[in-house]
């Protein structure tokens, strides 16, 4: 969205999408160069506002009886079925339908793990991590996001059997941290929050989580800190810092040691928010 060509464009642009598409099937060339995502998110974003406005059984009712006009609409179809038998707790149909869309994606000659959309229901149907770490070797952020966000909100996983995977996708955040474009330049606060990233955002907090998990205490801090420095919060970040520097002698000598460039980085951060906000009346605070 923040890329994104004038609304003139962008609605030229789609109409001619939507003339080539009209009577696209299977066997047409058209479908051949689609990007599946596109149909996936509609799907999503169509299942998200009806399920606001419905109960689980109407919305059921609502999808089921549609008739898709062509391949494409019926392959959306099928994904959002696979939602909502989902939700509705119906593995069985759930995973039917699912099936559904990941054959039709290779009637295309398309990978269906190469969608999120499917990648991610998978996961979640089979109540593994399974699948994400098959595909962790291609290194990509959306794919470690997934991961992690399932890993965190799976109990069974955050017991000590399971401390070195936690380890190994604790060292894939940094790497993604690490690799951000958008990392906080606190030489110019004032303008820090003007292009959020929120890809970056959101790997801050999952990094404070796991360390939480980890039991590294000022990891978790630090990175909560991260975030709402990239959200224009520097009082409350201030005071995420402060909370590490008032603690670190609680750590253990060796987590001393583990943390010492993160806690030198802390003291910088804390001595430039305090001279920030020293010259910048609360007005003018985000």
């Known amino acids: 969205l923040q890329t994104h060509p004038l609304t003139l464009q962008r609605l030229s642009d789609m109409q001619n999408r939507?003339?080539?598409?009209?009577?696209?099937n299977v066997n047409a060339n058209?479908?051949?160069?689609?990007?599946?995502?596109?149909?996936?998110?509609?799907a999503y974003l169509d299942f998200l506002n009806?399920?606001?406005h419905n109960s689980p059984?109407?919305?059921?009712k609502i999808i089921s009886t549609r008739n898709p006009k062509n391949f494409l609409e019926n392959l959306s179809n099928n994904y959002e079925l696979a939602l909502v038998y989902f939700v509705n707790g119906d593995k069985n149909n759930a995973e039917k339908f699912l099936k559904l869309c990941q054959?039709?994606?290779?009637?295309?000659?398309?990978?269906?793990?190469?969608?999120?959309?499917?990648?991610d229901?998978?996961?979640?149907?089979?109540?593994?991590?399974?699948?994400?770490?098959?595909?962790?070797?291609?290194?990509?952020?959306?794919?470690?996001?997934l991961y992690a966000n399932f890993v965190l909100r799976n109990q069974n996983l955050q017991n000590s059997q399971n401390i070195k995977k936690l380890q190994n996708l604790d060292k894939l955040l940094d790497k993604q941290i690490s690799a951000s474009k958008n990392l906080p330049n606190l030489t110019n606060l004032t303008n820090i929050?003007?292009?959020?990233?929120?890809?970056?955002?959101?790997?801050?907090?999952?990094?404070?989580?796991?360390?939480?998990?980890?039991?590294?205490f000022i990891q978790q801090n630090f990175y909560i800190a991260n975030a709402m420095i990239l959200e224009g919060k520097f009082q409350a970040a201030l005071t995420q810092l402060e909370m590490i520097k008032n603690q670190q002698n609680y750590q253990n000598q060796n987590s001393k040691k583990e943390n010492f460039y993160l806690?030198?980085?802390?003291?910088?951060?804390?001595?430039?928010?305090?001279?920030y906000l020293k010259n910048n009346p609360p007005e003018n605070m985000q």
Not at 57 to 60: C, E, F, K, R, V
């Open 18 to 24: 939507e003339k080539v598409l009209a009577n696209a």
């Open 30 to 42: 058209a479908n051949k160069n689609v990007d599946l995502n596109f149909y996936f998110v509609k």
């Open 50 to 52: 009806l399920k606001k």
């Open 57 to 60: 059984q109407q919305l059921l």
């Open 103 to 119: 054959n039709q994606s290779e009637q295309l000659g398309k990978n269906w793990q190469n969608f999120l959309f499917l990648v």
């Open 121 to 145: 229901l998978q996961a979640n149907l089979d109540n593994s991590p399974k699948i994400y770490e098959n595909l962790l070797s291609k290194n990509s952020r959306e794919i470690i996001v």
């Open 193 to 216: 929050n003007k292009n959020f990233d929120f890809n970056l955002y959101y790997l801050f907090r999952l990094k404070a989580e796991l360390s939480a998990v980890l039991g590294n």
């Open 263 to 275: 806690l030198s980085q802390v003291e910088a951060k804390i001595l430039q928010l305090k001279n």
